[in-house]
Nanobody, 127 residues
Framework: VQLQAYGGGLVQAGGSLRLSCAAS????????MGWFRQAPGKEREFVAI????????YYADSVKGRFAISRDNAKNTVYLQMNSLKPEDTAVYYC?????????????????????WGQGTLVTVSS
């Protein structure tokens, strides 16, 4: 599986941005997709995950109500719509694929659960 994340950039606080992640190399609807982020000097942290069909989603508390994950299986793409952005959202954002079958939000936060990673796209939120 190859993942290509894009859509990052510079945005003012309170603004919006939509990230995309294009996948190839395997049937897209056979794996769950997640987003993580890593701020300078900090560990990579979970942001959101979406089930294979798109019918289930799960978010980190820090982004709940502001971010929305979605997927278009016909386009082999997962999205992260980010609204009401804050300076603390500044980070490199990574998409990741989880090939496991079961839907288990309890383990979604663990980066080791994911099998493939994209290269990351930088989001900078200015105050």
């Amino acid at each position: 599986v190859q993942l290509q994340a894009y859509g990052g950039g510079l945005v003012q606080a309170g603004g919006s941005l939509r990230l995309s992640c294009a996948a190839s190399g395997r049937t897209f609807n056979s794996y769950k997709m997640g987003w993580f982020r890593q701020a300078p000097g900090k560990e990579r942290e979970f942001v959101a995950i979406i089930s294979r069909s798109g019918g289930h989603t799960y978010y980190a508390d820090s982004v709940k109500g502001r971010f929305a994950i979605s997927r278009d299986n016909a386009k082999n793409t997962v999205y992260l719509q980010m609204n009401s952005l804050k300076p603390e959202d500044t980070a490199v954002y990574y998409c990741a694929a989880d090939l496991s079958y079961s839907w288990n939000p309890g383990t979604a936060r663990n980066a080791h659960e994911y099998d493939y990673w994209g290269q990351g796209t930088l989001v900078t939120v200015s105050s």
